[in-house]
């Protein structure tokens, strides 16, 4: 059982890695330029899942909820 919880803590950290990266490699959302980009920003609003930053978000989500369950997983303190 302690090989496991070594194998799960390897991926906890890989996971912590990966997440960090791809929430620094996103752009950053400053509420004042919504209103001064105008019609750009619809063009932009409708094609972002399948913009680089959309994908971005999307494993960002995916990786935040592994995260979320490997840490429920190993403070439950069963292995």
Known sequence: MEALRIVIQVIFIILCIALTVLVLM???K???LGAISGAAE???GKN??????GKLV?????????F???TIILNLNVF
Do not use: D, F, N, P
């Open 58 to 66: 999307k494993i960002t989500k995916y990786l935040a909820v592994g």
């Open 48 to 53: 972002k899942g399948r913009s680089m930053e």
């Open 26 to 28: 996103q752009e950053g």
């Open 42 to 44: 619809t063009y932009w």
């Open 68 to 70: 979320m369950a490997l």
């Open 30 to 32: 400053s509420a004042g």
